[in-house]
């Protein structure tokens, strides 16, 4: 995957972290010196989750905005404007996992739908499926955090799109697939 070093990706979720401290508890955090890869237009994801419970989920899936900018407005987006959840508060962030996932760009599954379990990889493979005006999308690490073969998968994007499980068969329903490398803060956070 064309990403970024290991070392840059704890950059980035320390960069990440200090955006929320900064914003949410209002103190004022130090930030990490950003090296040139940050400049460059990458998809990006930051996911919040206490003691392994998503607390938000938000990112660009294409390179739209510099990495510097996506992983600060994911950041910030993931903790006060995930509808799913109330907006974060600052005595939760001591208690807040960040994970930021760098993408590439997203492709689309070139075969017969019928064919499409085999021509994607669960654990390895995001996916955004689109038709009927909806879409939905999954990053690639959920697909290993609920033991999902592909048709799982599959169908679980479906779902995310508001589609009925199984419409990745339909000719009308688009496919795409990412790659993401995963970069997290220490796991020992309580």
Request: net charge negative; hydrophobic share 35%.
């Amino acid at each position: 995957m064309d990403g970024i070093a290991g070392s840059e990706g704890k950059t980035a979720v320390r960069y990440a972290r200090a955006v929320l401290e900064d914003h949410i508890a209002k103190k004022s955090s130090e930030y990490p010196a950003l090296p040139p890869s940050f400049e460059t237009m990458k998809g990006v994801f930051v996911t919040l989750t206490i003691r392994g419970e998503l607390r938000g989920c938000i990112g660009f899936p294409t390179p739209v905005r510099s990495l510097r900018e996506g992983i600060r407005e994911a950041a910030l987006s993931a903790a006060l404007n995930d509808p799913r959840f109330p907006p974060v508060r600052p005595e939760e962030l001591d208690r807040i996992l960040v994970e930021v996932t760098i993408l590439t760009e997203p492709e689309p599954v070139l075969c017969a739908p019928e064919e499409r379990p085999r021509c994607i990889k669960a654990g390895r493979d995001g996916l955004i499926i689109s038709g009927a005006g909806r879409s939905g999308l999954l990053l690639p690490q959920v697909a290993t955090e609920y033991g999902w073969d592909e048709e799982e998968f599959l169908d679980h994007t479906c779902l995310k799109a508001g589609l009925p499980p199984g419409s990745w068969r339909r000719h009308d329903v688009e496919l795409f697939s990412f790659q993401g490398e995963v970069f997290s803060e220490n796991e020992e956070i309580s």
